[in-house]
């Protein structure tokens, strides 16, 4: 049985509010899309400090290779003097984010209006591995 996974996540929706770059994913993230992804988010970091939002909350599913894929841009963004942002009102996100080692790696943010407010990011974000 052949399975059509273009419809299930649809390129981002990518937009400029107040300077600051927001990426609206949605569907799932997942090792077929992945790839594209990246390469998308990797365009948009390529600019000296950039300020990018990832708006998760209407992401169904993401698995290893999606937590991969912010780990990279959050990489990105950082090596590049800039801040990053994902927002997310999932409780299972969140408790995805522990296992993985990533809880407190990430500024998350329950709604876009508190991602986009300006102001340092939190002290004591690790690094990401990946």
Sequence with gaps: M???????TPDPTVR???GRTVVALRGEIDVLVAPSLSARLDALTSS???????DLRAVSFI?????????R????????DGRLR????????????RPAGLAG????????SEALTPG?????LSAAAG
């Design 120 to 124: 340092p990011e939190p002290v004591g």
């Design 73 to 80: 841009v959050r990489n990105r963004v950082l090596a590049r």
């Design 105 to 112: 790696v990430f500024h998350v943010c329950t709604r876009l």
């Design 63 to 71: 698995d290893c290779s999606g937590l991969g894929v912010l780990c």
């Design 86 to 97: 994902l927002v997310s009102d999932d409780p299972g996100f969140l408790r995805l984010l």
């Design 16 to 18: 400029t509010v107040a």
């Design 48 to 54: 000296p400090s950039p300020d990018v939002v990832v």
């Design 2 to 8: 052949a399975e059509t996974h273009s419809s299930r």
